[in-house]
């Protein structure tokens, strides 16, 4: 049986090896630089993504094709202009990782901002669960202490397979969440939510051809979307909201939407469709901080079907 929280990972010895080193180094490095002024940060960032595009080509070709596929109407212009913005919002990203992980509850306080939190507040009234569904922007890792600040969540946890890097990466994100059950354990996530506890879920990327249906994305009329978000809130005493997370002028806004009327419906192509009508809304709010480096048509409706990234 899998445990309900995932467990802390401890320190290690082997942790100072020389195998170990260079993954020291970059901790060092991203965390001192988690402390400079937040706009020399956002200078750094655009510098970042200007490496990406030479050390994460193919990255960045998938970027450019999901632009095609989801913006056809847009001139060449306007897309590119989406995508040199998307690749410096990624570089951002990694900053934005450290910030999440270190930096104290006073200096993300001083950027955050929640909008639409009511909307929580009237489920958890009700004393039940809120599933929210979010989308996969690139500044998430820091939103998710911004979150964290009004109301820690519960979420799923994948691993890193690096153990030093999975040591920093639990203790970076548990001052974000409440507590985090593995990426499978599924109960342990509809458990949470009947506790009345706000636990989030990411519908918006290609899972597999595995308990999905095929519905329209943007442009793309035949796109795998999971089942999954459906599992949760048909088994679990829960109500759902939609998420999305925005770099502002100012600093980070966490955007509250309410969930659907009538949902679940018991038809799950009909329901799976409404969840991606209103991800394209979230993503509209600001495109170009969104995660376009991910295969999101990668899964096509007939396995025939020749990759829509060849």
């Not at 306080?109 to 922007?137: D, S, T």
């Not at 595995?210 to 459906?230: D, I, M, R």
């Not at 979230?282 to 999101?296: D, V």
């Amino acid at each position: 049986m899998q445990q309900k929280k995932v467990e802390a990972p401890r320190f290690e010895l082997a942790f100072l090896l020389p195998k170990y080193w260079l993954t020291w180094i970059s901790i060092v490095i991203l965390y001192s630089i988690s402390w400079l002024p937040y706009k020399v940060q956002l200078s750094l960032g655009k510098l970042l993504g200007k490496l990406l595009k030479v050390v994460a080509k193919k990255r960045c070709l998938v970027a450019k094709r999901n632009l095609e596929l989801c913006f056809p109407d847009y001139t060449e212009q306007q897309r590119q202009a989406i995508l040199d913005a998307n690749i410096e919002n990624a570089g951002m990203a990694i900053l934005e990782t450290g910030m999440g992980w270190w930096w104290p509850n006073w200096r993300v306080n001083r950027k955050a901002e929640f909008e639409g939190y009511e909307h929580i507040e009237a489920i958890l009234a009700k004393g039940k669960g809120v599933l929210g569904y979010a989308i996969h922007n690139l500044n998430l890792e820091f939103s998710c202490r911004v979150l964290g600040a009004t109301q820690p969540s519960v979420v799923f946890y994948r691993k890193h397979n690096n153990p030093l890097m999975e040591y920093m990466q639990y203790f970076g994100r548990s001052r974000a969440n409440k507590y985090m059950v593995h990426k499978r354990n599924v109960k342990g996530l509809i458990k949470a939510l009947d506790d009345g506890e706000l636990c989030m879920y990411l519908p918006d990327q290609d899972y597999g051809r595995n308990k999905c249906e095929f519905t329209p994305f943007f442009a793309v009329p035949e796109t795998a979307s999971t089942t999954g978000s459906l599992l949760f809130a048909k088994s679990a005493n829960c109500e759902t909201v939609f998420l999305a997370s925005i770099r502002t002028k100012t600093g980070y806004k966490v955007i509250v939407l309410p969930g659907l009327e009538n949902f679940p419906s018991g038809d799950d192509n009909y329901d799976v469709a409404r969840i991606n009508q209103t991800i394209e809304k979230l993503i509209a709010l600001a495109p170009e901080q969104y995660l376009w480096m991910h295969k999101r048509f990668k899964t096509r409706p007939s396995a025939d079907e020749p990759s829509l990234y060849e």
